[in-house]
């Protein structure tokens, strides 16, 4: 069996080539749906969908951060409409895509300042 003895990095690469789907998953690992279910909830205490999702919108959140537009973020991770990728992210993260990148971007811009500003003391 090939599944659980995989690096994080393995894992997240697997959890790309899959699609973000369990069962595609499953299948690159040469297990059932069942049998990774059963192994992911004995290793990781959840079940393998869920570790995709959160893996998903870890992916959509860099993504977003390098500048990427919130539809093409969603269709190129999968999600069949923006709206569910827009909930899928706000259930994660307590903020839609655009308000992340706000923040983020103004967060940036405040560390900055301190920076100069401490520099410049």
Same mark, same amino acid.
């Given at each position: 069996?090939?599944? =659980?003895w995989? *690096? /994080?990095?393995?894992?997240k690469?697997?959890a790309? @080539? $899959?699609?973000?789907?369990?069962?595609? &998953?499953?299948? &690159?690992?040469?297990?059932? $749906?069942?049998?990774? @279910?059963? @192994?992911?909830? /004995? %290793?990781f205490?959840?079940? +393998?969908?869920?570790?995709?999702? !959160?893996?998903? =919108?870890?992916?959509? $959140? #860099?993504?977003?951060?390098?500048?990427? +537009? /919130?539809k093409?973020v969603a269709?190129?991770?999968?999600f069949? #409409? +923006?709206? %569910?990728?827009?909930?899928q992210?706000?259930?994660? %993260?307590?903020m *839609?895509p655009? !308000?992340?990148?706000?923040f %983020?971007?103004?967060?940036?811009? *405040?560390?900055?300042? #301190?920076i =100069?500003? /401490?520099a410049?003391?």
């Amino acid at each position: 069996m090939r599944g =659980i003895w995989l *690096t /994080v990095g393995e894992w997240k690469d697997l959890a790309a @080539q $899959a699609r973000y789907n369990a069962r595609n &998953l499953a299948r &690159l690992c040469r297990l059932s $749906a069942r049998q990774l @279910q059963r @192994q992911f909830r /004995v %290793h990781f205490g959840r079940s +393998p969908q869920d570790w995709l999702d !959160e893996q998903r =919108i870890a992916a959509a $959140a #860099q993504l977003l951060l390098s500048g990427e +537009p /919130v539809k093409k973020v969603a269709f190129d991770l999968g999600f069949k #409409q +923006p709206s %569910h990728f827009c909930r899928q992210f706000k259930s994660r %993260h307590k903020m *839609t895509p655009s !308000e992340f990148v706000l923040f %983020h971007m103004q967060s940036m811009n *405040t560390r900055r300042s #301190q920076i =100069i500003n /401490v520099a410049n003391g």
